[in-house]
């Protein structure tokens, strides 16, 4: 099969593989009929996450088709199904919590030492997310393997194409779970630090969960008009002082919730960012997090701090006596998918939600390179792309 793989630093190529086997009983082979470039593969494209090798499948956003099952799958062939990106077990500890992202179990047992040195406790597993998550072939392929296919697929309703449900595989979860954490209540000023898609689909969640007021906080002037479509003010950090703005759009209030859509490689020509960036150029393992420590500080008292955001290793100057004198509340991780598909699935089709306005491009998976450079170069433009293995 052919398939995108990793060979280093802004260097993805599609070569040829061979074809999946199922392994496990619950298992299933999934032929993919559709897969998206997510930003957070950007991080795996830029070398900042730890733990890749040449020769890496990608791909953690991705719907197909059942082509086999193993024995104990409750799945059956022909099906199309949308895979979220976390592979968990639905049986251990945390995901009888619906803590579907620290499954236990997911993560092999040899792979789980590096991950565990770093964060204290081992990660849970993702698809095509280096050997921290288990070293899973990734979905940017002609075909994959699905473990805990019982667990994790949402099979797609009859009439519903591929653009409408692809996005429940992550961001859509994502920008839901984001808005979620932030803990909204009617008639909250919700700030978010980054339009792109986990950032668009918050304010659509916040707005729907009843925020009074959405800002959102880019240099994309796309991106933030997209924002716009869904009722957000927009504030260009390079033409307006962030904070300033804020405070004079809260009645000198702050925000009353905060969520940090940018994560590890945030933008912006000051000065503890250069230092981040220097600091990253070395070697992984340092974040940046301007965008993280400006949302801190300009919460308001007694805030509540979402961070969806992907971070990956340390951060410094981290404005923890913000944290503590102002009494603020900060929830983050990777996203437990599986608890949301279903209800998301349905506010789709009521039209609650929409998923498609996103999309700017469609390529085949030979142009998966292209894909990645442009969506790396040209955010404004290029704000998701949509790969279809077998496209001409």
């Known amino acids: ?9 802004n260097d993805v190529r599609v070569d040829t593989h061979p074809d ?72 251990c500890f945390f995901c009888q919590q619906q803590q579907f992202s620290a499954c236990d179990n997911g993560n092999p047992v040899e792979k ?19 050997h921290l998550t288990g070293g899973y072939a990734g979905g940017q392929a002609e075909y994959v ?5 019982d667990v994790g697929p949402i099979v797609v309703p009859d009439g519903m194409e591929d653009d409408d449900v692809l996005f429940l595989s992550d961001i859509l979860p994502t920008g ?23 950032g668009l ?22 991106r933030l008009e997209l924002a716009t479509k869904f009722g957000a003010k927009i504030i260009n950090f390079e033409e307006t002082h962030v904070r300033e703005a804020l405070m004079e759009m809260t009645g000198g209030l702050g925000p009353d919730a905060v969520i940090d859509a940018v994560g590890m490689e945030a933008h912006g020509f000051v ?14 393992g340092a974040d940046r997090g301007h965008a993280l420590r400006q949302a801190i500080l300009a919460v308001r008292k007694g805030g509540r701090v979402s961070v969806p955001g992907v971070y990956g290793g340390m951060l410094d100057k981290w404005p923890l006596g913000a944290m503590m004198e102002k009494g603020l509340q900060i929830k983050g991780g990777q996203t437990h998918t599986q608890k949301y598909t279903h209800d998301l699935l349905r506010r789709i089709q009521e039209g609650e939600i929409d ?22 170069d040209k955010q404004n433009e290029w704000t998701k792309v949509v790969l279809k293995p077998g496209m001409a």
């Open 1 to 9: 099969m052919r398939a995108l793989t990793w060979h280093g630093n």
């Open 20 to 91: 999946p086997e199922i392994i496990n009983p619950r298992d299933v082979i999934l032929k993919v009929t559709s897969t998206a470039i997510c930003g957070s593969d950007l991080h795996l494209y830029d070398g900042v996450i730890p733990g890749m090798k040449s020769g890496d499948i990608l791909g953690h956003e991705f719907m197909g088709e059942v082509v086999e099952v193993g024995p104990r799958s409750t799945l059956t062939k022909g099906q199309r199904v949308v895979v979220p990106f976390t592979i968990s077990c639905g049986q």
């Open 112 to 130: 789980q030492d590096a991950s565990e040195m770093l964060y204290g406790h081992a990660m849970g597993a993702a698809f095509g997310y280096s």
């Open 145 to 149: 393997r699905v473990p805990f296919s």
């Open 176 to 198: 839901w779970m984001a808005a979620e954490n932030a803990q909204i209540t009617p008639g909250d000023t919700v700030a978010i630090w980054g339009a792109g898609p986990v």
């Open 201 to 222: 689909f918050a304010v659509q969640s916040a707005v729907i969960m009843g925020a009074e007021q959405v800002i959102v906080i880019d240099h994309h002037p796309h």
């Open 271 to 284: 000065a503890d960012n250069v230092l981040d960036l220097i600091k990253q150029k070395i070697g992984p």
């Open 355 to 376: 998923t498609t306005f996103l999309i700017s491009h469609r390529l085949s998976l030979e142009d998966a390179p292209t894909g990645y450079k442009n969506f790396h």
